[in-house]
């Protein structure tokens, strides 16, 4: 069973970096079938899509945040990273990580997030 | 990018039919078969629902169905169950490796 986990600072102060980090259990990062995802939904709001990076380390930003956002990959601790520089207030969210089936062994692009952590509330604030 | 339109709400009797409709432009929805829907309860994360428009994945109910016409994707949930009540969300792929996701439906089960 695929699980992932959100874990970092539950609080931030504005114009500082926030850091999140996903832990993956029962697959690996190292697969080539998948993108490793970071999305947020603010308070009551919709969901917006952060940014996604693969097991190559080739990284792919909204564009919205793009000058802001770093994911990394870390296949030795199987375990992915977000970074946002300067955060505002605007910032608070629920930051969700979750697996983006890529490719799959048919030769079909299924392009779907399937799994998800429970999300993990970031509040930017003094 | 703008997020896809949804209806704010929409509502329906058990047993019957509800649909979302989730509309963007040829540049997303209409430019792509890749249209994902996601279920999403109170303080719980989005559960995939449908993609590549019309595709159910499996341990989805068959009530669960999605299809698309131009610029605008739709998702039907047929007899309405109460553990339907949930917040719905609708995604796209925008092309150059973007997404963009829907502004969100609240169904509510009467």
């Known amino acids: 069973q695929v699980q992932l986990q959100e874990s970092g600072p539950g609080l931030v102060k504005p114009s500082q970096t926030l850091s999140l980090t996903c832990s993956v259990s029962?697959?690996?990062?190292?697969?080539?079938?998948?993108?490793w995802t970071w999305l947020r939904q603010h308070p009551g709001k919709g969901l917006e899509w952060i940014g996604y990076?693969?097991?190559?380390?080739?990284?792919y930003y909204n564009p919205s945040l793009k000058s802001r956002v770093t994911i990394s990959i870390d296949t030795s601790k199987n375990q992915f990273s977000l970074k946002l520089s300067s955060v505002t207030a605007a910032d608070t969210a629920v930051y969700y990580c979750?697996?983006?089936?890529?490719?799959?062994?048919?030769?079909?692009?299924?392009?779907?997030?399937?799994?998800w952590g429970q999300g993990t509330l970031v509040t930017v604030s003094s | 990018q703008s997020a896809l339109t949804q209806p704010p709400s929409a509502s329906g009797s058990p047993g019957q039919s509800v649909t979302i409709s989730c509309t963007g432009t040829?540049?997303?929805?209409?430019?792509?078969?890749?249209v994902s829907w996601y279920q999403q309860h109170p303080g719980k994360a989005p559960k995939l629902m449908i993609y590549?428009?019309?595709k159910r994945p499996s341990g989805v109910p068959d009530r669960f169905s999605g299809s698309k016409s131009g610029n605008t994707a739709s998702l039907t949930v047929s007899g309405l169950q109460a553990e339907d009540e949930a917040d719905y969300y609708c995604?796209?792929?925008?092309?150059?490796?973007?997404?963009?996701f829907g502004t969100g439906t609240k169904v509510t089960v009467l």
């Open positions: 979750a697996r983006f089936y890529y490719y799959d062994s048919s030769g079909d692009y299924p392009y779907y997030f399937d799994y």
């Open positions: 040829s540049s997303d929805v209409g430019g792509y078969n890749y």
């Open positions: 995604c796209s792929y925008a092309g150059s490796n973007n997404f963009v």
């Open positions: 990076i693969y097991y190559s380390g080739s990284t």
């Open positions: 029962g697959d690996s990062v190292s697969s080539a079938a998948y993108y």
């Open positions: 590549e428009v019309s």
